[in-house]
C-alpha cells in the first residue's frame, strides 16, 4: 500500500501506538489500514453419499480438484457465501446443514470455512472456474490430484466422521508447505 485511501497522502509503514504490529498509517490523517486475513468459504455438497468436487479451471491448482469455495465478499453471511460459491463454481444449488470446519492458513493470511451442505437436485455443472464437476465416492476422489490441503483436511474428516455415524466440528491450522 503506498497511499491513503481516505485522503491520498502517502502512507508509512510503521507499529502505532498501543499496536503491536506494523501498519501502514497516514501521516497526514491519521487513519491506520489495517490488512487483515481473508476468509474463504466453501462446502462439502453431498448428493446420495457422493460429494461433489470441482476440476479447477484457475490457478492455483489449474486442471486439480477441489470443494466449491471461494473468497467471502463483504455483505454476506458465511452460509451465503457457501452457496454463492457453489453456484459459481459448479451451477449447482445446496441447503446450508452445519459448519463442519475451520481451517486457519497463517502464512497465506487466509482462513477457510466450510459448511456439509445438501445438494438440492443433481443438476450441477461447470462454473466459468471449473473445467467440469463431478460426484465421487470416498473410493473414487482422486486424492492426488486435490488441489488444497484445506480441502484434502475436509475430506478425510468428514469421510472419518461418516463412518463413526457422527458428524462433529473440526479445526485444523496448517503449517507451511
Not at 50 to 62: H, K, S, W
Not at 74 to 97: D, K, P, Y
Not at 142 to 161: G, N, Q, T
Amino acid at each position: 500500500m503506498n497511499y491513503c485511501t481516505q485522503c491520498g497522502a502517502k502512507v508509512v509503514l510503521r507499529i502505532p501506538e498501543g499496536d503491536s504490529h506494523p501498519r501502514h498509517v497516514c501521516p497526514q490523517c491519521g487513519e491506520i489500514h489495517y490488512l487483515n486475513p481473508k476468509l474463504v468459504i466453501g462446502c462439502i455438497a453431498e448428493w446420495e453419499d457422493r460429494i461433489l468436487l470441482c476440476r479447477r479451471a484457475i490457478e492455483p491448482g489449474y486442471g486439480l480438484w477441489t470443494l466449491p469455495a471461494g473468497f467471502m465478499e463483504n455483505g454476506e453471511s458465511t452460509a451465503q457465501a457457501a452457496m454463492r460459491e457453489t453456484g459459481e463454481e459448479a451451477c449447482a444449488r445446496v441447503a446450508i446443514e452445519q459448519l463442519f470446519a475451520l481451517v486457519s492458513i497463517p502464512h497465506i493470511n487466509q482462513v477457510h470455512l466450510f459448511y456439509r451442505a445438501r445438494l438440492l437436485n443433481a443438476d450441477f455443472g461447470a462454473g466459468e472456474e471449473s473445467l467440469e464437476t463431478m460426484l465421487f465416492d470416498e473410493h473414487q476422489i482422486p486424492w492426488d490430484k486435490v488441489a488444497f490441503r484445506s480441502s484434502i483436511f475436509c475430506l478425510e474428516a468428514y469421510f472419518m466422521d461418516r463412518r463413526s455415524g457422527a458428524f462433529g466440528f473440526h479445526e485444523s491450522t496448517l503449517p507451511p508447505p
